[in-house]
């Protein structure tokens, strides 16, 4: 094939790394791509780990220095899927050396940082994406091109609620994500994050809000030898320095109010990531333990059989589903992180804007820390712009 | 007012006499007819039961012969919500007295005595109704608007289940519903009814069948002394004459084709009255577990939001609907006696037909001997005309 | 039957005044009682329609002045089913008149006035209770006695929303729910007012609020003719006083934290009011658009068979529910103010308090007017005591 | 690694070659298996064709000639994903030939094929498996261990439906899916036999049966170019030699009884691949449109809280789904051919029978076979044995 190939660096190799491997691996066997993502290098600290994570997951090496990788002349687009608190240096770097850069959320834990990510980005020329994964499901996406063509009318109400109930249990030991100094925010920038980049993308940009955060359990075990996915408590206890839980309401730019809550302790929820939007026309929700499912209402409908319609989103016409299976057979998580490559990599093959950019990533950091104010003064406050 | 009134007995004061008086109480109170009943008698076999039954629910007076109550001037109307096996002797008596008979289903045990009961009420003259009270939930009576306007097509699958799980226990005692000389038939009869009926109402006659029945349980605990609702063992074992469960294939006169299932025996399912019926254009769900619903799928909807609509029954165009409350305030069981109530006071001041009759009480009890006679031969039987 | 009578004197006659009527003609038939309600009179301002409703739900007389009702010997309960702005003077003279006073909700539209009917019941020592009627709903009333059992532990998260979508219409007229100086506020204290009484009821008193409202269509027709329960425009245009829709924030006494929407503005929903509590062990959710189901999570179920429990309260053994039918037989919106009339009737038969009392009744609406200081400041608001 | 390759070679590379091919490159990524497979070599007749796929899904060659693959010695399984007609020849030859052998559903057109299937792999005395995926759902694979465990005591209940709508529009035109001679049956067998193979999986076998087929659209646009997974119309009509719909009873060699319907004419429903199983101590049902639930009722649960469990079938401790993401990380339909190849995998590689093996794959066809016997006699009809 004369079709040009895209060399990609992985850095990080543990859950986001497992995610990006599978879509790299999968993304060019499903869609009809105009570049060709070859999977070059991932990168970890551990060299034992990450090279034995390169053979299973077919890279072609492995490293254990993001710098090397950053310079190394055979990468197109460097792939960040490590704690936050490291996007910043990493993708200014990979910017600045001229690579392409993908990075999972939320963007950085500053809007300082993540405006210097969007400057270096933006001067180097390069493309550049956050991974909000969400969009990209078949069904969120189609909820996008609804709003946008006007069959809900005006939106007017907006509501996100991002619940997870891994944190439920006291004795669940601590990890990065429970660490302020590593994970920056808790629910609120890792669930709520989610929540505000689907607000933005659906609704429109956030103009003020109110809040509060909770920790409810504020010491747990201490972290012991991981153990692959499963929690493994060592010794004593240490302080959590995060939030279980975040809630705010919002006046959006154009007129919508709405409201969010992010919760890793409400019990049952696995991966409840809902939204429900009311417009002057009909009414969307979508939630993720649901994916396929986008309900919708339509108040033109005929009055007898006006009624939520529950639109299973796996038909060719709906977006990125006909790239997979027939009607009816069901997407996955994993689903998601292959569509978000696939629109990369055309978005690079065309030299055009990749989307959510550094710009929309930072936009979202925005309203968090806007959150964050309002806490402390105890009043609304308004959200920076960028 | 000069509105004429319309003198009702009724025959049976245990669970269906109670959901028949509370009909009878509140049927003019929501909608507007055009002759007013009145509580005139109620009939019941213990004397002191029946008339404290009768100050408590509003009947002005009480007897214990239903033949006394029958030969009464004062009395228009006959209902009957005795069990099935005296249905026969008091229809025909009362029909031969001039009273307009409404009564409890299934009509009647026999396809003979349902046709002597069709009969004897046609030449009297007088207004006959079989009680299929799930024809008056709105969304059902919304679905048979649907279809007769083509809203699905022509039907071709029908699906009718009802599940119920009272008796999973093998401790619940016996009563008269187990019993063959007293309820003719188990879940067949009982439940299965219910399904014919509404496949009827729906879709159509039915031509051909092919069915089973089984009995789970054998042998109970006798009966003890009743203690209201609440079933009581007395000493010693009973052999159970009836069905558990029934289950039958059906070919339709017009094409469709279809599935029945009637049964006590679903652990969880409480009241799973359910249908599911796919047209040439759409396709309509109902279940009473959820009443106030109904599901239409229109093939017809633009492509990329088609799914099924969820309509919430309650509004005032929908059929009986707008008698009660403003839309999504719910309704229930007992909802569905005062719109049968309803239907019979204007069938009658209007001098109109009823529906469904003792003759389409008597093609419900034509299919669930055809059953039977399918279970004989182990073969296919036809369905005999009324 | 020895068993003492209670006069009910209902004020108003319209949507609530029809929910009280069938309420008080219902509720001794099914709940075994130990008074026994009497309708006594109906009172209203239009002196022919009022009679003619009294003639057709069954109250004795019919009068036009309620300062009559409340004076007079043979009545023994004031039932208020009138507009928010006309409860405290109602109230106040009934109790001054020694009769037990049954309230609509929201108790009044000011804390002033909440706290004189309040003292003014307590001081005539008449039973009080305002008519949260959701309360009565069997699956809310298990929920309620599921939380008190521990069943779900320590209430953490508390989401309330009430949606409706009857004023989506810019052409739905003018009425006096619309206007501020008869209703007080729109959905805020309409909707929102059910929400917080739930929450008092299920998680307990609220501290802290921050919150906003919203009119999205701020003029509308102007109220014609007024045709039953259909809207029917007038000439001309008027402007709403009122919200469309309110959103607030909340920090329980408990610490809990919970977040609370009302709007009439959500195409598709009807009547929308729902609740999700998350407590350290467990979770409940409750819709009335689904109202005899609880969706119940334990942690402590077995971890491979984990999952919401969708309870269909209609067992003998479910609050309120072995009154009515056997299990599976569904109820509806009246059955809850059957309930509610069974509850106060016990009550008053034995001289316990009712509950919700007016001091509820008045904690509520200091709820309301803590969100719209919080909106006059932009800040939280302190709920004041009572 | 020391880990031996086990060499695969993949028979067809259309829809059900993509999803083979899917799980070829995924399974030993998630899974830690004990040999490794290899993509070795696809086969199909268009030369062109096949080596483009074989470039874009990582096979190492192609060939068009499925005898030669057979004969290759550097192959250890072949994996046959053609339509049905070709099974015989292939599997028979792959078995003689010792290779282990992995086949699409349904096995064969008739049993004696199927009995030839089977003989052939255990005289050859290799692995043999057939690709009833749905086996491989988490959830469904729950299901089996929780009967197995008793969780709801002895079966009595089945209800298996499999509903799917692609060929209501009478413009779809003919493929081979609707040819006799390619598809051996229509719904009945593509559809029934997945019915079939999971109630034969978790309730048992089957004894008798009876049923029906039938064509509701008898002519059909003539086949034209295919054009990926999109239907083209050529010119002309044909014939239609299958069946749209199935239904069938059942009897249970142990005592339950069930009921079956395939269709792939219901509007709405799009892989609507439904079981509901009722036993003496709780019921269990789940449906592929919700892929990632199983409902759970259990008798023994405590009274006022007992209703169907919704669980979310993602946990670590759930079939399969510790070897792919954190719980509520929805799985969709690949993930189903990813597990069923690991199983196949490990079966190998520790030298145990695979299942469902070819034996299983011939009890299905002699069921399919039973419901045409009883078609022509109209009657029950056993299920000959194996």
Known sequence: MSQPTLNIALIGYKFMGRAHSQAWATVSKFFDLDAQPVMKVVCGRDGAAVSEFAK?????????????????????????STPGYTHCDIAVAAAQAGKHVFCEKPLAFTLEEARTMRDAAKSAGVKHMVNFNYRRVPAVALAKQMIDAGEIGEVRHARFTYLQDWLVDPQFPMNWRLRADAAGNGAHGDLGSHAIDLARFLVGDIAEVVGMKKTFIEERPAEGTSSGLTAVAGEGTEKVTVDDASLFLAKFADGAIGSFEATRMAPGRKNYNRFEINGSKGSLAWCFEDLNYLDFYATDDPGRARGFRRIIATEGEHPYAGAWWPPGHMMGY??????????????IAHDKCASPCFG??????????????SIESGAWAAVESI
């Open 334 to 347: 994993d689903h998601t992180f292959s569509n978000a490559a696939a629109d990369l990599v055309q978005a």
């Open 56 to 80: 299973r997951w077919g890279w072609q090496s492995s490293c254990t220095d993001w710098r090397e990788v950053v310079a190394r002349n055979d990468v197109d687009v460097v792939d960040i």
């Open 360 to 373: 929309a990533g930072a936009k979202c950091v925005a309203v968090l820390e806007a959150v964050d104010k």
